[in-house]
């Protein structure tokens, strides 16, 4: 993982620290994992569906990676709402 990559998921670990989603995360040459508190990653995924720039994340980089890390935790309820979100879009 470059510095620059890295930067962009502590960024994103502490904005999610930070709205109480996550109590710690560890980060490594290839991986990032948070630690959900209760009903954090239920917050993380609502944030993601309901709003474009979720916990005011505004590079799409960031967003992409906290998707990454919802669907590291739940990945069928992520695909669910992104598959979902692209049938709405093409009409099916």
Known sequence: M????RAMVVAVMEVLRAH???SSYTIDAQ???PEWKGEGFERA???FKTNPQPFG??????RAWL???LAKRDKKTVDDF???GIKQ???L
């Open 2 to 5: 470059s510095k620059t990559h």
């Open 20 to 22: 109480d989603c996550i």
């Open 31 to 33: 991986s990032a994992r």
């Open 45 to 47: 995924f609502e944030g």
């Open 57 to 62: 994340l505004k590079k799409k980089n960031e």
């Open 67 to 69: 998707c990454i890390l």
């Open 82 to 84: 992104l598959i979902g």
């Open 89 to 91: 879009r093409i009409g």
